[in-house]
C-alpha cells in the first residue's frame, strides 16, 4: 500500500510540476513594469503614469488590452482594446482626463497620462497589459502635492507686543519652524485650514511668532517634505518705543507750563504787594 500512495504522490508532482512549468514560460513572455517608488503629482501639471511591457513580435496591436485601474475600487481609468479607447465603462471622474500614447503603444510603451490632477487622483493604479503572448500587470502609486506660495509677511504692534506673522498657501501640511538668532527653536502659533475657498486641495498657513522685545532676528522656516520645497524667509528689525517717549514729552511740556503760571502769579503777588 505504501508503494502505491508514493506512486500517486510522483505522479501528482509531475502534473503540477509541468502546470507550474507551462505558467512561468506563458507569463515569462510578457512582463509589465512601472517605475520605482512613489510618483507626486503637482497641481496644474500633467501627469504620466509610466508603464512598459514586452511588445510583441511584429508589434501587432490587434490583440493588445490595456486596462488602467483604480486598485481601492477598481474603478476603470483608461481601457483599450481592439486598436482603440473603449471608455464606456470609465469612471466619471477620469472623463476626458486621460490618454494613452498611441504611437508608443508597439514599442511596449502603455503609460498613461492624466491632466487636471486634484487630491481625489491620490491613490493606487493598476496597470495591465494582455497580448497574445499573456497577461501581467503592475501597481504604481501617485500622490498630490502643491508648492507653497510666497509667504506673506505682516507686522503688527499692540501696547507691549509685536507679533509676526507668515501666511502661504499649499499642500500637503508643511512643516513649519521659527528660529532665533543662535538657530534655537522658538515656539510659535501656527494653524493649517483645509480647503480654500472650498477647494480641498489646498491648504491655508497662518503661522505667527510674538516678542515683547524691541529688536527682532528670527527666521520662519517652511519645508514641504512631499514636494522637497524649502522655504527660508528672515526676519530682523528694530522698533523705538514711542508711546513712553511721548509720555515724557508731555510731562516735560507740562511742568514748564506750570512753572511759567507759578512765575506769572507770584510776579502779578508781588506787583499788589508794592
Ligand atoms: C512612454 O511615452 C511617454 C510619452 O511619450 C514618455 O514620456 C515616456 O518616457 C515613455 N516611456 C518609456 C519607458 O519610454
Ligand atoms: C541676524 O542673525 C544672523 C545670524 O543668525 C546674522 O548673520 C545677522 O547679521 C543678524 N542680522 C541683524 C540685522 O542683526
Ligand atoms: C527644533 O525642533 C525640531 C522639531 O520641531 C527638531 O527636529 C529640531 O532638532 C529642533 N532644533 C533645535 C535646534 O532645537
Redesign the pocket.
Known sequence: MPVLVNRVNTCWGAFVYVALLDSILRVGTIKVTVPEGRLTAVRGRTTILGCEFTPEPGSDLANLVVTWQRQEDLHVVHSYYYQQDQLDRQSAEYHGRTSLFYSELSKGNASLRIIDVGPRDVGRYQCMVSTSSGTDKAEIQLDYGVFYTEPRLSISFSAKKVSVQYEAEGFPKP?V?W?GEQ???LSHHTEVLEGVDGDIGLYHLKSSYEADTPALNITFVLRNELLHQDLQRPVSFSYADDSSNGVVITLALSCVVLIIIVLILSWLYWKKRT
Open positions: 512643516d519652524k528660529l538657530g534655537q527653536n
